[in-house]
């Protein structure tokens, strides 16, 4: 199972590489969001080449985060411990809440007080998916119907595989709720269903599905047809 929570820096890294931003007058907003996990740290990141004689502010909305000043940092009300930055354009936030979620802008001045860089990052704070688990039904003439559940997760995404290959439609019947899908008749094999949202991916234990089996296939599953039995 991949931990995606810890490559996050580095994907911050990866993006910061094709999101630069020039330094100027320009306004610049970063299109791609940010995705952090909730109670994690995340970065909000810039890449300039700013020397440490400027001065940054940190803002979200109206209201100031950090300010850089005479190489001092000073973080103001509920990001006070709560906040770091990191390098010059990059501002670290701990213990992330739900609330965290919305858009960030750096200011940066030279010493002249000129305003040389203006930025704008939108963060989104999820929960990690749980582990999913699947439900089945044997269908009277040999279908199969899946349901995919999650208790946890932020916007969650639903994948189903079949002995490690993905299903499509000439496997299954899908509809417009990707948790739920119908296996066509005579088709076997070991099923996960695999959750995920932007920070994070679970796959479900597998399944073996034998609709053709019914002995075998009750042991496994709930029953809720009568001919199951
Ligand atoms: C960047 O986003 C901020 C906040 O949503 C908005 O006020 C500003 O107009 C945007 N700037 C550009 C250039 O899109
Ligand atoms: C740092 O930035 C200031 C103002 O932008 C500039 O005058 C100075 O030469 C820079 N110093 C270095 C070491 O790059
Ligand atoms: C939710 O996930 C979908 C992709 O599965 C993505 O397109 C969408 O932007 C996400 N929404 C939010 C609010 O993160
Ligand atoms: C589902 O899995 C397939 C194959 O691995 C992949 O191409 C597809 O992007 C995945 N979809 C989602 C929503 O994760
Ligand atoms: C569906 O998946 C199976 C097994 O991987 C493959 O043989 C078949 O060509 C796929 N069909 C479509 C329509 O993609
Ligand atoms: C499904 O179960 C039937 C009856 O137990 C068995 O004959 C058949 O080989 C099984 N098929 C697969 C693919 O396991």
Aim: proline share 2%.
């Amino acid at each position: 199972m991949i931990n995606l929570n810890k490559f996050i820096p580095y994907w911050l890294f990866l993006f910061s590489l094709n999101a630069y931003v020039i330094a100027g007058t320009s306004k610049e907003n970063i299109s791609m969001p940010v995705y952090g996990a909730l109670g994690d740290s995340v970065y909000l990141h810039f890449d300039t080449t700013l020397n440490s004689s400027v001065e940054v502010q940190w803002k979200r909305g109206v209201n100031r985060i950090a300010v850089f000043k005479n190489s001092r940092t000073v973080f103001y009300d509920s990001y006070v411990n709560r906040a770091e930055i990191f390098a010059i354009a990059t501002l670290r936030l701990d213990r992330t809440q739900k609330s965290d979620t919305g858009n960030y802008c750096v200011e940066v001045f030279d010493i002249t007080g000129c305003n040389i860089l203006n930025g704008c990052i939108q963060l989104y704070i999820q929960e990690p998916v749980s582990q999913p688990v699947i439900y089945s039904t044997c269908l009277s003439h040999g279908e199969v119907l899946l349901v995919c559940a999650v208790d946890k997760g932020d916007n969650a995404s639903f994948n189903w595989s079949l002995d490690g290959v993905s299903l499509n439609i000439s496997l299954a019947y899908f509809s417009d709720e990707e948790h739920v899908v119908i296996l066509k008749k005579h088709v076997f094999g070991n099923l996960v269903c695999i959750v995920s949202n932007q920070i994070s991916e679970k796959h479900s234990d597998s399944v073996n599905l034998n609709c053709s089996g019914k002995k075998e296939w009750t042991q496994l599953v709930n029953c809720f047809t009568p001919d199951c039995y």
